[in-house]
């Protein structure tokens, strides 16, 4: 019995299967292809083993990037740069600092040649007192280890500019030349008024240096 003729001329070619095929139904790899995304095919290039078994973290789309934590540490404050401005800073608020709230350490480092005035109460004379032990000698008239030298008359005058920051209040600065063994001299002395309380004052921070 003979197939009919095709209407439209050669007879439909019947699909191959299998290995070696052309066209026609695909088989498994071409299928595979053909399922995968296109998010998938661009994880898979010629040379290249496949990336499908890798996790992947994509970034979602229109998410804000976290900012980095800033690790940049503020200005450190600057030391003060004098005994009036270290007196300043103590200050906090009160019209003077206290004696317990000078750092003796700090300012012996810092400052050469420092000393505490005690106010005298009462018609008590007022006297020295080093500002680390060990500093003073010879009933507090001369300091080891200086290049000041403290006479007499040096220290009268540190006394008079010591009465003068008690009586206003607030640091006192002054100069003036001495006769010295090692001839004339001009020293610069800063005192500063201190108290445990707004109402008196109990002692006075010195530091002398040559001016």
């Not at 003796?104 to 106010?119: A, E, H, Q």
């Amino acid at each position: 019995m003979q197939r009919p003729k095709s209407l439209f001329g050669r007879p439909p070619e019947k699909p191959a299967y299998g290995l070696g095929a052309g066209a026609g139904m695909p088989d498994e790899a071409q299928r595979a292809d053909d399922m995968r995304g296109p998010e998938q095919e661009d994880l898979e290039h010629k040379g290249m083993g496949s990336l499908s078994g890798i996790p992947i973290h994509r970034k979602k789309r229109g998410a804000a990037t976290p900012a980095a934590p800033s690790t940049s540490a503020g200005p450190a404050p600057s030391e003060p740069r004098n005994v009036s401005d270290y007196w300043s800073r103590l200050r906090k608020g009160r019209r003077w600092p206290a004696k317990s709230d000078i750092d003796t350490k700090f300012v012996s480092i810092r400052w050469r040649n420092c000393l505490i005035m005690v106010v005298g109460e009462r018609g008590t004379p007022w006297r020295f007192e080093p500002l680390t032990p060990g500093v003073m000698r010879g009933g507090g008239l001369s300091l080891t280890d200086n290049d000041i030298d403290f006479n007499h008359l040096v220290m009268e005058w540190i006394l008079s500019v010591g009465r003068t920051a008690q009586q206003s209040g607030s640091p006192v600065e002054d100069s003036d030349v001495f006769p010295t063994e090692q001839g004339e001299m001009r020293y610069r002395v800063v005192a500063a008024p201190l108290g445990d309380d707004d109402k008196t004052v109990t002692h006075i921070l010195c530091q002398i240096a040559k001016a």
